[in-house]
C-alpha cells in the first residue's frame, strides 16, 4: 500500500512540528516538504528532523499547490495554525477540495462546518485530538443525555491552562460547558478561567517547568448548593504527544473514508475512535 501523503500546516509552530515529526517516523505516511503557514512569518523555510520544508504564506499558497499536487489533489491537510486562520483555511482547502484534519481551534465552527458540507471534500473537524480525553467528554455526554439535570443546583467552575502562545481558550473547554449545560448546571464561555502566565502556572498550578511551553491541564469542579458536595474532574496533559499521535490516526481515518467516496462530509474525532 502506497503511503498516504500529509502535508502539515502551521509550521514552524511547535504542535505542527509534533505531527510532522510522528509522520516522519511512521512508514503509513509520507510528509510533504511544503506548509502553509501565516503571513507574520518571515523565513521561507524550516528544518523537520533532516528535512527541509518550504512555507507558503497565504500570497503563495495558489503556486505551493500547483508544484505539491495533482488534480484531483492526493493528499490530506493537517491544520494547526492560529484561530484567526481557520475559516480563511477551511475556504482554500474546500475550494480546491483538499481533504483536511482541522486541529486548530478558535474561529467560526458553524462557518467551517458548512463549508465542508457544501464542498467537494471531506474533513475531520475536533477541537481536541487526544483519543482519550475525546472518550471522557463522551462518557459526560452519555451521562448528560441519560440523566438530564443530574447536577441541578450545584455550580461549576472550570480552569484551563495552557502555554503563553495559546491565543484563545481551550476548545476542550468550551466543548464541556454544553455537557454541564445538559446535565443541569447554568454555565457560560465566558465563565472559563483561563491561564496563561508562566509563573503562576508553575507556583501556583505545580505545571512543570520543562512543559510550560507545552501543556494542557483542566479541572472541573461542581459544588452543591450547601457546599457540603464536590465532584472533580481534571486531565492534565503534558506535552504534545497525545495530540499528534491522535490526529495521526485521525488522517488515517480521513483517508480510508476519502477513498470510499466520502465528499461534503465532516467528521468528529468520536468517528474516528467508533472507526465506522
Given amino acids: 500500500m502506497d503511503a498516504m501523503r500529509v502535508m502539515v500546516n502551521g509550521l514552524p509552530g511547535h504542535m505542527a512540528r509534533a505531527v510532522a515529526q510522528h509522520i516522519l517516523s511512521d512508514s503509513r505516511f509520507e510528509l510533504i516538504p511544503f506548509s502553509f503557514t501565516g503571513p507574520e512569518i518571515s523565513e521561507d523555510e524550516t528544518r523537520v528532523a533532516d528535512i527541509t520544508v518550504r512555507l507558503a504564506r497565504p500570497a503563495n499558497r495558489d503556486a505551493a499547490l500547483v508544484k505539491i499536487s495533482s488534480a484531483p489533489p492526493d493528499f490530506i491537510s493537517v491544520d494547526y495554525t492560529h484561530p484567526s486562520a481557520v475559516n480563511p483555511n477551511a475556504d482554500f482547502y474546500c475550494r480546491n477540495s483538499l481533504p483536511f484534519v482541522m486541529g486548530t481551534t478558535g474561529g467560526n465552527r458553524d462557518l467551517l462546518t458548512k463549508a465542508v458540507l457544501n ?33 441541578s443546583g450545584y455550580t461549576l467552575t472550570i480552569r484551563e491552562s495552557h502555554q503563553r502562545g495559546k491565543a484563545d481558550t481551550s476548545g476542550t473547554a468550551k466543548a464541556m460547558v454544553k455537557v454541564f449545560n445538559d446535565l443541569g448546571v447554568p454555565f457560560a464561555e465566558d465563565a472559563i478561567l483561563k491561564e496563561r502566565d508562566p509563573e503562576r502556572q508553575k507556583n501556583l498550578w505545580g505545571i512543570p517547568e520543562e512543559f510550560l511551553t507545552g501543556h494542557g491541564w483542566h479541572t472541573y469542579t461542581l459544588t452543591s448548593a450547601d457546599g457540603t458536595v464536590r465532584f472533580e474532574f481534571t486531565h492534565n496533559v503534558n506535552g504534545r504527544e497525545i495530540y499528534a499521535r491522535g490526529t495521526l490516526d485521525a488522517i488515517a481515518y480521513l483517508h480510508a473514508k476519502m477513498r470510499q467516496g466520502a465528499r461534503g462530509k465532516v467528521f468528529s474525532m468520536i468517528d474516528v475512535l467508533q472507526g465506522k
Fill in 119 to 151: 464542498s467537494s471534500t471531506a474533513a475531520v473537524i475536533a477541537p481536541n485530538m487526544a483519543k482519550q480525553i475525546v472518550g471522557f467528554q463522551a462518557m459526560l455526554a452519555h451521562a448528560a443525555h441519560s440523566f438530564p439535570g443530574l447536577f
